[in-house]
């Protein structure tokens, strides 16, 4: 599986951005996705994750009612429409997949990341 971000760049407060996550390879065992996002200095944490019909969504308390989380897998991409970014937005935002084998084990796979950087 390889995923790739898109969408990343520097807005102001309050502005929006939209990022990508298209995923290829063996997607249709790609089940739960998600994005994180690391700060300098800081641990990798979970912004939002989505089941793989999209009827769960769960996000981080800090990014409620501003960021939502969808996918299209016919497309096989996932997006995060960000709203009302804040200054402490500002990360490398990283795509993730959870890939399940036949055997029931479980691979997480990473995109490269995108950046993301919000000014006050």
């Known amino acids: 599986v390889q995923l790739v971000e898109s969408g990343g760049g520097a807005v102001q407060a309050g502005g929006s951005l939209r990022l990508s996550c298209a995923a290829s390879?063996?997607?249709?065992?790609?089940?739960?996705m998600g994005w994180y996002r690391q700060a300098p200095g800081k641990q990798r944490e979970l912004v939002a994750s989505?089941?793989?019909?999209?009827?769960?969504?769960n996000y981080a308390d800090s990014v409620k009612g501003r960021f939502t989380i969808s996918r299209d897998n016919a497309e096989n991409t996932m997006y995060l429409q960000m709203n009302s970014l804040k200054p402490e937005d500002t990360a490398v935002y990283y795509c993730?997949?959870?890939?399940?084998?036949?055997?029931?084990?479980?691979?997480?796979?990473w995109g490269q990341g995108t950046q993301v950087t919000v000014s006050s």
């Open positions: 993730n997949a959870e890939y399940w084998t036949v055997d029931a084990i479980k691979y997480d796979y």
């Open positions: 390879g063996s997607t249709f065992s790609i089940e739960t």
């Open positions: 989505i089941t793989k019909t999209g009827g769960s969504a």
